[in-house]
């Protein structure tokens, strides 16, 4: 039994480090929930409103000082080419925690004749600073390594990315913490100063003409620069419009291309990957948004079943601009 527990313990580690320990802000599902701009900079200010967008996940709720995100970003258009964004965030697991804030250009180049058409190339870029931090007031045992009080570093990093979009067809690829980290305080030489990390996804709505529905597929693919670790989501998006707003919902599978071994008896050594499934369903009501997103892994070794769960809050402002003939939810 206690084989069992450590090893459940020791993926879990690998699972949590895999997805968040060597990331600023870790890559989940936020983006199925009308908010790309958290994954690719180029997204801000690329929609017909500004928006606002709040974000708060828990895993396990079962499992105390599980980890726990909460978000907050902003972003609009400013004139005809510009636009520009902000990110808050709050990232906390078990004693450690980090908090940062990021701010975003971006610049829009339209490439069709008017804006009927959507044919557009988006470049942004992110500057971000964040503060890791360990809180000690809980521990029984003094660490000389670290030492006492709750100590904390500050560093910075950079996020550069482009998008294309051509009528309902669209594609990003990001490049994250493009900058090497060298954080002494709380990492040892295994954990390597290069946290570049690349994502690409691409997706395309389809829809009839005059009808209430539209159904988008995308895909996102994940590679850490490091350690060649990858990964890829794929995913499958209904919008239903109603009378009071747009109804929508779907869901993800994410797999890892890399596997963990794991054994239960001491003798047999068996292999699985980190999978994920993730349902979500959202509503737009007028400017506000709703969503609720819970991911579930699939795993035959898990720390706990009671999943992942979160809440997306949103609000769009400034004028609609209303520019293109097209079912393209991310624009429109």
Known sequence: ???????????????????????????????????????????????????????????????????????????????????????????????????????????????????????????????????????????????PLIGGGNPSDIYANMDVGMSYYYL?????????NILPVRR???????????????????????????????????????MRDQTAEKSIDANFKIYRSLELGDLWGGFSYRRSFEGAEYTTDGTEVKNQQLQYITPFVGFDYKRFLFAYTYSHQINSIVLSNSGFHQITLGYNFGENRARYDCKCPAIN
């Open 1 to 143: 039994m206690k084989l069992k527990v450590a090893i459940a313990i020791l993926y879990c580690l690998i699972d949590t480090s895999w997805i968040q320990a060597q990331e600023i802000i870790p890559t989940y599902s936020d983006y199925l929930t009308d908010n790309l701009y958290l994954l690719h900079p180029s997204m801000a200010g690329a929609a017909n409103f500004n928006k606002i967008r709040l974000t708060a996940r828990q895993q396990w709720f079962d499992v105390k000082e599980a980890p726990s995100l909460q978000t907050f970003s902003i972003n609009g258009r400013l004139g005809e080419k510009i636009g520009l964004g902000g990110i808050l965030f709050n990232d906390k697991n078990g004693n450690y925690s980090k908090q940062g804030i990021y701010a975003t250009a971006a610049y829009h180049l339209l490439l069709s004749r008017s804006e009927l058409d959507l044919n557009q190339f988006s470049f942004g870029i992110s500057v971000g600073v964040i503060q890791h931090s360990l809180d000690q007031s809980g521990f029984t045992e003094f660490d």
């Open 168 to 176: 309902d067809f669209y594609a990003h690829a990001t490049a994250k």
């Open 184 to 222: 002494e305080l709380f990492y040892s030489d295994a954990v390597p100063n290069n946290q570049r990390k690349y994502l690409f996804s691409t997706g395309y709505v389809i829809s009839k003409y005059n009808s209430d529905w539209s159904y988008e597929p995308s895909i996102l693919f994940q």
